[in-house]
C-alpha cells in the first residue's frame, strides 16, 4: 500500500472555518484591530463553497444594527442594502381567506422599519471583498474534514482541502492529503449545524448546561415578478394555512431589487407527523388566494434550503473552549419572533474577533477566551435573546394560536421589565429528532401534484440551485448503521427522510410489485441544508462535508 504522503502545514494567529456573515466579520474586526494598533495578525477564513456566497441563504430581511458596529460606514462603501424596508404585514391564512393581523399591537423591535431587503449572499461576497481589502487570506472551495488537537487536548488546527478520494476510498491521481492549518485559535462560523461545530458541542460537553438546540427548514424561492406586482419594500409574514394549528411555522414574501421577491417558508422540524414534507407544504402554500397573485405572470429564478437554528437563548451552549470559539449559528443566535440572525452573526463574530486579538496581544494561544463568554453575556445580543426566550416554547406547547396571543403578550412584558417574565424561562424538552411520532398515529398527507407554472417538483428545484458534486468521491451522508432506514426507519415512521429532504436525496426503491424495500442516497443532489442530520428519529444519518466546491452555488438568494 502507497505511504500517505504528509500535509503540509501552516501557521495562522486565528484560523475561522466558514465565510458567511460571523466568520467574515470576525475576520474584518482581527484586522480593523491589528491596523488600529499598529501590529500584524494572521487571518485565515476556510470557506466550503465554490466562492464566498456559494452556500449563504437567508430570506432576508437584514436589520443593519451588527454592520453599522462593524462597518459604520457601510453605505460610502457599497454594502449591497438597497432596498429599505417601506411596510410590513402580517397574515394569519385559512385554507381560503385571510385576516389581516398587521394593526395588532407589538414590541418596536418587531417592526421592520429602518431594515434593508438584500441577499445575505450578497453582502457576504462583498464583506469578502472588505476582508481581503484589509488582508485576510481567504480560501473558497476549501472545506474542514477534521479539527486537529495537540498534546494538552487543546484545539491546534483544522484539516482542510483534502481532494482526489474515490468513491471506494482509493486515492485518484489527482489525490492531495489536504493542508493543517494551526492556530492560536480557530473561530467556527459554520453555520447552523456545522459537522465540525457539533462535533465539537460534544467533545467538549458545551450544551451540558442549556437546553436541546432547536431547527427549522427554511426553503426559499426567487421570483421576478410582472411589474404591476412588484411593491419594493413590502416585508410580509404570514402564519396559519397549510400546516394545521399543532405545527408552526410561516412564511415570508419580500419584494427587493430588480423585480424580485424573496418567497420562502420556515417548517420548525420538531413536527410530529412523519409523513409532513415541507417542500410540499411550501409548494401547496404559494397557491394561496393571498399569494399566488404575486407570482401569476413572473418566473422562478432559484431554490435553496438552509437548517435554521431556532433554539434562542436557552440553547446557546458554551461558547469558548480551549483553542477555539463558537460564533454565529455555530451556536445558535437567531432572533426566532423577528426572523433575523445575520446581525446577531455579524456582532459575535466581533465580539470573538476582539477576545482573540487581545489574548494574541497578550501572548496567549489555545486557551479558552472567556472574555468573548463574558462579552456576550454583556451584549446587545444577549439582550435581545432573552426578552423572547418563551416564544418558542410557547408556540411549541400551546400551538400557533394561542402560542403567538402568549408569546406575544409574553414579548410585551419582557420589553417592559428588561427581560423579566412571569413564566421564567421555558425549556425546549425534546430535540427534533425525538418530536417525530410513530407513522401509526398519523395518516399519509396526499399533496397536489405541481403544475410546473406556480409549484414544482424536487428535482427541477434542485436544478435551480446549481447543485454540484463529484459522483465519484465517497458520499458525504454517512449512515452509522446502512440497516436502519429500512429495518427500523421505513416500518416505525414510514422512513421519513423521502419527505424532510428537500432535494430528493434519499428514495426507498422496490421492486414493480412493491417488495424488496432498498434506501437510496443521491449525494450529488444535496443542497447542504443539514436537515437529515437534525430530523432523523433514530439520529443515523451524519451530514459530512464532500469536497470543497461541492454542494448550491446560489447566485443572489
Same mark, same amino acid.
Given at each position: 500500500?502507497?505511504?500517505?504522503?504528509?500535509?503540509?502545514?501552516?501557521?495562522?494567529?486565528?484560523?475561522?472555518?466558514?465565510g458567511?456573515?460571523?466568520?467574515?466579520?470576525?475576520?474584518?474586526?482581527?484586522?480593523?484591530?491589528?491596523a488600529?494598533?499598529?501590529?500584524?495578525?494572521?487571518?485565515?477564513?476556510?470557506?466550503?463553497?465554490?466562492?464566498?456566497?456559494a452556500?449563504?441563504?437567508?430570506? !432576508?430581511? +437584514?436589520?443593519?444594527? #451588527? =454592520?453599522? @458596529?462593524?462597518?459604520?460606514?457601510? *453605505?460610502?462603501?457599497?454594502?449591497?442594502l /438597497?432596498?429599505?424596508?417601506?411596510?410590513?404585514?402580517?397574515?394569519?391564512l385559512?385554507?381560503?381567506?385571510?385576516?389581516?393581523?398587521?394593526?395588532?399591537?407589538?414590541?418596536?423591535?418587531?417592526?421592520?422599519?429602518?431594515?434593508?431587503?438584500?441577499?445575505?449572499?450578497?453582502?457576504?461576497?462583498?464583506?469578502?471583498?472588505?476582508?481581503?481589502?484589509?488582508?485576510?487570506?481567504?480560501?473558497?472551495?476549501?472545506?474542514?474534514?477534521?479539527t486537529v488537537?495537540?498534546e494538552?487536548?487543546?484545539v491546534?488546527g483544522?484539516?482542510?482541502?483534502?481532494?482526489?478520494?474515490?468513491?471506494?476510498?482509493?486515492?485518484?491521481p489527482?489525490?492531495?492529503?489536504?493542508?493543517?492549518l494551526h492556530?492560536?485559535?480557530?473561530?467556527?462560523?459554520?453555520g447552523?449545524?456545522?459537522?465540525?461545530s457539533? !462535533?465539537? +458541542?460534544?467533545?467538549? #460537553? =458545551?450544551h @451540558?448546561?442549556?437546553?436541546?438546540? *432547536?431547527?427549522?427548514?427554511?426553503?426559499? /424561492?426567487?421570483?421576478?415578478?410582472?411589474?404591476?406586482?412588484?411593491?419594493?419594500?413590502?416585508?410580509?409574514?404570514?402564519?396559519?394555512?397549510?400546516?394545521?394549528?399543532?405545527?408552526?411555522?410561516?412564511?415570508?414574501?419580500?419584494?427587493?431589487?430588480?423585480?424580485?421577491?424573496?418567497?420562502?417558508?420556515?417548517?420548525?422540524?420538531?413536527?410530529?407527523?412523519?409523513?409532513?414534507?415541507?417542500?410540499?407544504?411550501?409548494?401547496?402554500f404559494?397557491?394561496?388566494?393571498?399569494?399566488?397573485?404575486?407570482?401569476?405572470?413572473?418566473?422562478?429564478?432559484?431554490?435553496?434550503?438552509?437548517?435554521i437554528?431556532?433554539?434562542?437563548?436557552?440553547?446557546?451552549?458554551?461558547?469558548?473552549?480551549?483553542?477555539?470559539?463558537?460564533?454565529?449559528?455555530?451556536?445558535?443566535?437567531?432572533?426566532?419572533?423577528?426572523?433575523?440572525?445575520?446581525?446577531?452573526?455579524?456582532?459575535?463574530?466581533?465580539?470573538?474577533?476582539?477576545?482573540?486579538?487581545?489574548?494574541?496581544?497578550?501572548?496567549?494561544?489555545?486557551?479558552?477566551?472567556?472574555?468573548?463568554?463574558?462579552?456576550?453575556?454583556?451584549?446587545?445580543?444577549?439582550?435581545?435573546?432573552?426578552?423572547?426566550r418563551?416564544?418558542?416554547?410557547?408556540?411549541?406547547?400551546?400551538?400557533?394560536?394561542?402560542?403567538?396571543?402568549?408569546?406575544?403578550?409574553?414579548?410585551?412584558?419582557?420589553?417592559?421589565?428588561?427581560?423579566?417574565?412571569?413564566?421564567?424561562?421555558?425549556?425546549?424538552?425534546?430535540?427534533?429528532?425525538?418530536?417525530?411520532?410513530?407513522?401509526?398515529?398519523?395518516?399519509?398527507?396526499?399533496?397536489?401534484?405541481?403544475?410546473?407554472?406556480?409549484?414544482f417538483?424536487?428535482?427541477?428545484?434542485?436544478?435551480?440551485?446549481?447543485?454540484?458534486?463529484?459522483?465519484?468521491?465517497?458520499?458525504?451522508?454517512?449512515?452509522?448503521?446502512?440497516?436502519i432506514?429500512?429495518?427500523?426507519?421505513?416500518?416505525?415512521?414510514?422512513?421519513?427522510?423521502?419527505?424532510?429532504?428537500?432535494?430528493a436525496?434519499?428514495?426507498?426503491?422496490?421492486?414493480?410489485?412493491?417488495?424488496?424495500?432498498?434506501?437510496?442516497?443521491?449525494?450529488?443532489?444535496c443542497?447542504?441544508?443539514?436537515?437529515?442530520?437534525?430530523?432523523?428519529?433514530?439520529?443515523?444519518?451524519?451530514?459530512?462535508?464532500?469536497?470543497?466546491?461541492?454542494?448550491p452555488?446560489?447566485?443572489?438568494?
Amino acid at each position: 500500500m502507497a505511504e500517505e504522503p504528509a500535509r503540509e502545514a501552516m501557521e495562522y494567529d486565528v484560523v475561522i472555518v466558514g465565510g458567511g456573515p460571523a466568520g467574515l466579520s470576525a475576520a474584518i474586526r482581527l484586522k480593523q484591530l491589528a491596523a488600529e494598533a499598529g501590529s500584524e495578525i494572521s487571518v485565515a477564513v476556510l470557506e466550503k463553497g465554490s466562492e464566498i456566497g456559494a452556500h449563504i441563504l437567508s430570506g !432576508a430581511v +437584514i436589520d443593519p444594527v #451588527g =454592520l453599522n @458596529e462593524l462597518i459604520p460606514d457601510w *453605505k460610502e462603501k457599497g454594502a449591497p442594502l /438597497e432596498t429599505p424596508v417601506t411596510k410590513d404585514k402580517f397574515l394569519v391564512l385559512g385554507p381560503q381567506g385571510v385576516l389581516d393581523i398587521t394593526w395588532l399591537p407589538q414590541p418596536s423591535y418587531m417592526k421592520n422599519h429602518g431594515c434593508y431587503i438584500a441577499s445575505l449572499a450578497n453582502l457576504c461576497r462583498w464583506m469578502g471583498e472588505q476582508a481581503e481589502g484589509l488582508g485576510v487570506e481567504v480560501y473558497p472551495g476549501m472545506a474542514v474534514s477534521e479539527t486537529v488537537f495537540d498534546e494538552t487536548g487543546a484545539v491546534k488546527g483544522v484539516v482542510a482541502g483534502v481532494f482526489g478520494v474515490a468513491k471506494d476510498g482509493h486515492h485518484k491521481p489527482d489525490y492531495q492529503p489536504g493542508l493543517e492549518l494551526h492556530a492560536k485559535y480557530v473561530l467556527y462560523a459554520e453555520g447552523a449545524r456545522g459537522s465540525q461545530s457539533k !462535533a465539537l +458541542i460534544k467533545h467538549f #460537553g =458545551l450544551h @451540558e448546561n442549556c437546553e436541546p438546540q *432547536k431547527y427549522g427548514i427554511g426553503l426559499k /424561492e426567487i421570483w421576478q415578478v410582472a411589474p404591476e406586482k412588484f411593491q419594493p419594500g413590502l416585508v410580509q409574514h404570514s402564519m396559519g394555512w397549510p400546516l394545521d394549528d399543532k405545527t408552526s411555522g410561516g412564511s415570508f414574501l419580500y419584494h427587493f431589487g430588480d423585480r424580485y421577491v424573496s418567497i420562502g417558508y420556515v417548517v420548525p422540524l420538531n413536527y410530529r407527523n412523519p409523513y409532513l414534507s415541507p417542500f410540499d407544504e411550501f409548494q401547496r402554500f404559494k397557491h394561496h388566494p393571498a399569494v399566488k397573485p404575486t407570482l401569476e405572470g413572473g418566473r422562478r429564478i432559484a431554490y435553496g434550503a438552509r437548517a435554521i437554528t431556532q433554539g434562542g437563548f436557552q440553547s446557546v451552549p458554551k461558547l469558548a473552549f480551549p483553542g477555539g470559539a463558537l460564533i454565529g449559528c455555530s451556536a445558535g443566535f437567531v432572533n426566532v419572533p423577528r426572523i433575523k440572525g445575520s446581525h446577531n452573526a455579524i456582532t459575535t463574530g466581533k465580539l470573538a474577533a476582539e477576545a482573540a486579538f487581545a489574548a494574541v496581544a497578550a501572548g496567549r494561544s489555545r486557551d479558552v477566551l472567556v472574555e468573548y463568554e463574558e462579552a456576550y453575556r454583556r451584549s446587545r445580543v444577549w439582550k435581545e435573546l432573552r426578552k423572547v426566550r418563551n416564544v418558542k416554547p410557547l408556540l411549541n406547547k400551546l400551538g400557533n394560536t394561542l402560542g403567538v396571543l402568549a408569546g406575544g403578550i409574553d414579548m410585551a412584558i419582557t420589553n417592559i421589565t428588561g427581560g423579566w417574565s412571569p413564566f421564567g424561562t421555558l425549556k425546549h424538552g425534546k430535540t427534533d429528532a425525538e418530536a417525530t411520532e410513530p407513522a401509526a398515529k398519523h395518516k399519509p398527507i396526499a399533496y397536489p401534484k405541481p403544475d410546473g407554472v406556480i409549484s414544482f417538483d424536487k428535482l427541477s428545484s434542485v436544478f435551480l440551485s446549481n447543485t454540484n458534486h463529484d459522483e465519484d468521491q465517497p458520499s458525504h451522508l454517512v449512515l452509522v448503521d446502512p440497516s436502519i432506514p429500512i429495518r427500523v426507519n421505513l416500518p416505525e415512521w414510514a422512513e421519513p427522510a423521502q419527505r424532510y429532504c428537500p432535494a430528493a436525496v434519499y428514495e426507498v426503491l422496490r421492486d414493480e410489485d412493491g417488495s424488496n424495500p432498498r434506501f437510496q442516497i443521491n449525494a450529488q443532489n444535496c443542497v447542504h441544508c443539514k436537515t437529515c442530520d437534525i430530523k432523523d428519529p433514530s439520529q443515523n444519518i451524519q451530514w459530512t462535508t464532500p469536497e470543497g466546491g461541492g454542494g448550491p452555488n446560489y447566485p443572489n438568494m
